[in-house]
């Protein structure tokens, strides 16, 4: 195991998930502590002093966006897990659902202890099916149980919680989106400031947070901002959760504490690369994250600021490895798709830039690009940094210029010669 | 919808007071499982029940891909097509059962049992090639495998 454990520390068998074993495991014991002992402000002093940062892109400092949340100003605050796990090659908050949602109830319920919210939420895709199985059972034992509800553990805190699902909308899993979403109209993100802690939901103070960052509060809560700044580096402290895919022999969910060498988790953990192939190049952080060639990860370890020093980020999480021999015009054209159909069509430039971009990776795999679609590539990416509501348009343009810095000969040669120099191959047989 | 609102009433109580903008997207998911799909009828009688402008539901049923106006085949087949699942053969078996159904994309059979959809990374991509079938997610997809399950849809 790539170090320490916080979220993945026990072994997963049919009935990990309950009520039962997780409170065997010690589970809302850091509740009760918080409840007893803490007074609201030392919660969310003791989250800010632990440095954990945000897990489902950004990487922003929890501790400082629940800063701006004023406890008593006389207004109802309201906490958002955001569950609405999309960014392709991201499936690790799908495993906190599935097998330890609790974890994620006790975290929220500190939460809301700490920020003064009477009724939180969790906004799920709505696709997972077992994970919401999974977490509303989880929620109905938690109400059982006493956890949720008025007068929690006897004290004066009362807290509720909502399961919301989604109805398919990447752009959902945007914050701004989310809250539109949740208050049950299409997901258009929103022009920020005012930022969601000053007028989220229903123009309320909100946090929104990712299920993985809130994971991590009742083990901070529970052993301290000390304790958990051991783990990790100075800059990344803590652990995070992968989300490996494509061609490893054996991909799946690993947590890995922060600064851990990048290549021993993918020859030992992961079980190499198929067929023993040479990585051509690995999306580190869910595809929106820029591509990084097998020779520029190869001493890199996985902590924050260095993905940051290379120009590229840890993202989501999400880390789908690329054998040599896979085409990149081919699994770029995919990309472009998946933009162009995700975005919202609010603002111009997303609207329009991503069909282009798709349009023009149609053309180019189907033999009739032209010389001059390269820098046309470039120039939409360039052109839509920055002139959008939320981070979508810029993602698409951040992941095409990714590819095309790295890779520009495939899409000369591909362009020339009207063909894939890979033969517009993506697969990598296990048999091989 | 009418004979849905016993449990809209349930569900409202769930939520803080003030929210019921909010239940227009699992109103109109409980309504899609019912009928299978959204009727004019639903959409009227939700923006009356709920006190939201008609043209709020009629933009999430179009915005969302998750929901739709008109009925589909009994089994829905979701065919995920993003970059770890093609990494992983999907265009290979999509073609497989292709063929087997004799229907493309966005169609239905003659018989009504089945209907194909493409869709973007449902969040499976350790256990790619993966498709969903109504609710249900079916991971580590192979011709065989898909043979096996089809048959197994009646």
Same mark, same amino acid.
């Given at each position: 195991m790539p170090g320490r454990q916080i979220i993945m520390s026990f072994p997963v068998t049919a009935t990990s998930h309950t009520l039962a074993e997780y409170r065997s495991r010690g589970g809302?014991?850091?509740?009760?502590? @918080?409840?007893?002992?803490?007074?609201?402000?030392?919660?969310?002093?003791?989250?800010?002093?632990? $440095?954990?940062?945000?897990?489902?892109? @950004?990487? &922003? =400092?929890?501790?400082?966006?629940?800063?701006?949340?004023?406890?008593? %100003?006389?207004? =109802?605050?309201?906490?958002?897990?955001?569950? %609405?796990?999309?960014?392709?090659?991201? /499936?690790?908050? +799908?495993?906190?659902?599935?097998?330890?949602?609790?974890?994620?109830?006790?975290?929220?319920?500190?939460?809301?202890? @700490?920020?003064?919210?009477?009724?939180?939420?969790?906004?799920?895709?709505?696709? &997972?099916?077992?994970?919401?199985?999974?977490?509303?059972?989880?929620?109905?034992?938690?109400?059982?149980?006493? /956890? /949720? $509800?008025? +007068?929690?553990?006897g004290t004066d805190f009362s807290c509720d919680i909502v399961v919301y699902r989604g109805a398919g909308a990447y752009v959902a899993g945007e914050a701004s989106g989310l809250i539109s979403s949740l208050e049950g109209k299409k997901s258009y993100p929103r022009n920020r400031p005012p930022r969601l802690t000053v007028r989220g939901l229903y123009q309320r103070p909100t946090v929104v947070n990712n299920v993985e960052s809130l994971s991590n509060i009742a083990w901070i809560v529970a052993h301290g901002a000390a304790a958990y700044k051991e783990i990790g580096t100075p800059k990344s402290p803590g652990t995070r959760l992968y989300s490996v895919s494509g061609h490893v022999n054996r991909p799946g969910v690993y947590e890995a504490e922060l600064g851990y060498p990048w290549m021993k988790f993918l020859e030992e953990d992961c079980g190499g690369i198929v067929g023993g192939r040479a990585i051509k190049c690995v999306v580190p952080g869910g595809v929106s994250s820029k591509v990084l060639t097998g020779a520029e990860i190869k001493d890199l370890a996985l902590s924050h600021e260095a993905l940051w020093d290379v120009g590229s980020t840890l993202g989501s999480g999400g880390m789908i490895v690329i054998a040599e021999g896979t085409c990149m015009v081919t699994l770029s054209q995919i990309l472009m798709r998946f933009y162009h159909h995700e975005s919202c069509g609010q603002c111009t430039p997303c609207r329009h830039g991503t069909g282009w971009l798709h349009r023009i990776m149609d053309r180019i795999v189907a033999g009739q690009g032209r010389p001059e679609d390269i820098e046309r590539l470039y120039y939409i990416a360039k052109f839509n940094d920055g002139t959008t509501i939320c981070g979508l348009g810029d993602a698409a343009g951040y992941a095409i210029s990714g590819i095309l810095d790295k890779f520009r000969d495939e899409f000369e040669y591909y362009i020339e010669h009207k063909r894939s120099r890979y033969d517009g191959n993506l697969e990598c047989l296990r048999s091989s | 919808m009418r004979h849905l609102i016993p449990e809209f009433e349930k569900l409202r109580a769930r939520f803080p007071a003030g929210f019921e903008s909010s239940m227009v997207l699992p109103c109109v998911r409980r309504i899609q499982e019912d009928r299978g799909y959204v009727a004019d009828e639903d959409i009227s009688g939700l923006a009356a029940y709920l006190g939201v402008p008609q043209i709020q539901i009629e933009e999430v049923l179009s915005f969302y891909t998750m929901f739709r106006r008109r009925p589909i085949g009994r089994w829905h087949l979701q065919f995920c097509h993003n970059v770890s699942c093609s990494m992983n053969g999907a265009e290979r078996i999509l073609e497989h059962v292709q063929k087997k159904l004799g229907i493309r994309p966005g169609e239905t059979t003659p018989d009504g049992r089945f209907t194909l959809s493409l869709v973007e990374c449902l969040g499976s991509c350790g256990t790619a090639p993966m498709m969903m079938v109504n609710e249900g997610y079916h991971e580590n997809l192979t011709s065989e495998a898909v043979d096996e399950l089809l048959e197994g849809l009646k």
């Open positions: 809302y014991g850091a509740l009760e502590k @918080a409840l007893r002992s803490m007074k609201p402000a030392e919660v969310v002093k003791e989250v800010t002093a632990s $440095g954990l940062q945000g897990r489902g892109g @950004a990487a &922003f =400092p929890v501790g400082r966006k629940w800063q701006v949340m004023v406890y008593d %100003d006389g207004q =109802p605050h309201y906490l958002i897990a955001n569950a %609405d796990e999309g960014e392709p090659g991201t /499936f690790k908050d +799908r495993w906190i659902l599935e097998n330890n949602p609790h974890v994620l109830l006790e975290s929220m319920l500190i939460t809301s202890y @700490a920020l003064n919210v009477r009724n939180c939420f969790v906004y799920i895709r709505g696709e &997972f099916d077992l994970p919401y199985r999974r977490l509303a059972g989880a929620v109905e034992e938690a109400y059982a149980a006493g /956890f /949720f $509800g008025e +007068r929690i553990l | -």
